[in-house]
Nanobody
Framework: QVQLVQSGGGLVQAGGSLRLSCAAS????????MAWYRQAPGKQRELVAAITSGGSTNYADSVKGRFTISRDNAKNTVSLQMNSLKPEDTAVYYCKSSTNYHDYWGQGTQVTVSS
């Protein structure tokens, strides 16, 4: 059974930093894109950052220059370093791993940024 286990997150003051990590227990299947999404109360889930197996990245405009996504292909892990956090970054963050056949989601992690 495929599982994505997230860690990190929590409560931080505006301007602070947090790091999220996600480990995918996927075997014998190639993971293409790994990504982080977030969903704030009353809003749709949105893409925050994504990274391909080759290391190409893309970011939401709202986080460019503040967040950095990285991955370890050998360990099937993806991380999100979040700096200069703002109250509007408050949301539940989800990791996603995509293969040729299916998308897999993590359990979600709350990130709360106080002003």
């Amino acid at each position: 059974q495929v599982q994505l286990v997230q860690s990190g997150g929590g409560l931080v003051q505006a301007g602070g930093s947090l790091r999220l990590s996600c480990a995918a227990s996927i075997r014998m299947v190639r993971i293409n894109t790994m990504a982080w999404y977030r969903q704030a109360p009353g809003k749709q889930r949105e893409l925050v950052a994504a990274i391909t197996s080759g290391g190409s990245t893309n970011y939401a405009d709202s986080v460019k220059g503040r967040f950095t996504i990285s991955r370890d292909n050998a360990k099937n892990t993806v991380s999100l370093q979040m700096n200069s956090l703002k109250p509007e970054d408050t949301a539940v963050y989800y990791c996603k791993s995509s293969t040729n056949y299916h998308d897999y989601w993590g359990q979600g992690t709350q990130v709360t940024v106080s002003s």
